[in-house]
């Protein structure tokens, strides 16, 4: 497929700089698919689409202030790091910029030594393996010295970090937000729970492979970075009584669509304990194994989240509904609107990578 298929105009005005006040105060855009309607509501209308059995699927992962800003030692030069994913022994895969400046063996520092990092390997797309040292925590440093590693298309100060932070962030080590989780609130959940709902949590770390741009111009050339993953058995269990009763189990986000999709893939559309690494790649055509709805923010053209979205709701009709919300001037991306997709379109019939 080729990648202009996924393409399409968006204002610049309607890129969200900051978060509304309110988690909740955001629209939601309301989509089936297979009657090709949509409705526009507000967030705090979700409740009204979940049933009591339905199990409702959230992402845990918490943000580290993943984005250093640093000197080269020996010419001072500024370097700027992101961290992607920890590795053994206080390494880490990160992007770094200026990358060509950065040579194995290259020592940079943060903080005025406080700390400080050498280049132990070069990898492709500015990647580089850094050994960092410290004294103390390494947590601790980072909180410190680190920035929350807000996109690029945001350009506002971000004055309180917890708003980059679900509410019910817990496990450490993404470096960007489950950002369709942004728009519940405590209350909001409890009062999802006391309809009937169980809400479940899975964790995936966010790293490069779901914001890296697709080069590619046949999408099926495009490969994916692996990101970490886990489901308890209490997740497991629950998710596999909501599909034996009947019941749906509505994914809070693209990461935890590829984290179900994974594991049902992986055990013929069932659940279980597990942990690992994914790159599965989910583009028009799969068919769902592990998500029967999803909600879901406004996602960047040409890039693999709107081809995920594509896959479960149709290419055609959710490039309909983003030319509806750009009609109706709906706030995209991070600290955007928000959209339910309320079932997978029937009848797909291509393929995804894993």
């Known amino acids: 497929m080729d990648l202009s298929l996924f393409d399409f105009d968006l204002p610049e005005e309607l890129i969200a700089q900051t978060p509304l006040p309110d988690r909740t105060a955001s629209r939601l855009m309301v989509l089936n698919p297979n009657k090709e309607t949509i409705e526009h509501r507000h967030f705090t209308d979700v409740i009204d689409y979940l049933n009591p059995g339905d199990a409702l699927v959230l992402n845990d992962t918490r943000v580290i202030p993943a984005r250093l800003f640093g000197t080269k030692t020996g010419t001072g030069a500024k370097i700027e790091v992101l961290l992607l994913k920890q590795l053994e022994n206080d390494q880490w895969e990160c992007l770094a910029k200026p ?48 920035e929350m590693p807000l996109p690029p298309y945001i350009h506002e100060q971000l004055d309180d970090r917890e708003r980059y932070q679900t509410v019910y962030a817990k496990h450490e080590g993404s470096a960007a937000a489950p950002t369709a989780g942004l728009h519940f609130t405590e209350e909001l959940l409890d009062k999802i729970a006391q309809k009937g709902v169980r809400i479940v949590f899975i964790t995936l770390h966010v790293g490069l492979g779901t ?73 028009s055509g799969y068919s769902f194994k592990g998500v029967d709805a999803c909600i879901t923010n406004f996602h960047l053209p040409k890039s693999t989240l709107i081809m995920l979205v594509s896959a479960f709701a149709g290419r055609e009709f959710i490039l309909k509904a983003y030319q509806e919300a750009v009609k109706e001037r709906y706030r995209f991306f991070s600290f955007g609107d928000a959209m339910l997709i309320l079932e997978g379109k029937k009848a797909n019939d291509s393929t995804s990578h894993l």
């Open 99 to 146: 990358a060509k400046r950065i040579k194995e063996g290259t020592t940079i520092d943060f903080g005025e030594g406080k700390l400080s990092a050498v280049c132990v390997q070069s990898l492709d797309e500015g990647r580089k393996i850094l050994k960092f040292h410290y004294e103390g925590i390494f947590n601790e440093r980072l909180d410190e010295l680190g």
């Open 211 to 283: 914001f890296r741009p697709v080069k590619e111009e046949k999408i099926e050339n495009h490969a994916m970075h692996a990101e970490f993953y886990r489901m308890s058995k209490e997740t497991a269990d629950i998710l596999n009584e909501t599909r034996a009763s009947g019941k749906r189990i509505v994914a809070v986000g693209t990461t935890c669509i590829r984290t179900l999709e994974t594991i049902a893939t992986e055990n013929n559309g069932r659940f279980k304990e597990a942990s690992g690494w994914t790159d599965i790649f989910i583009y």
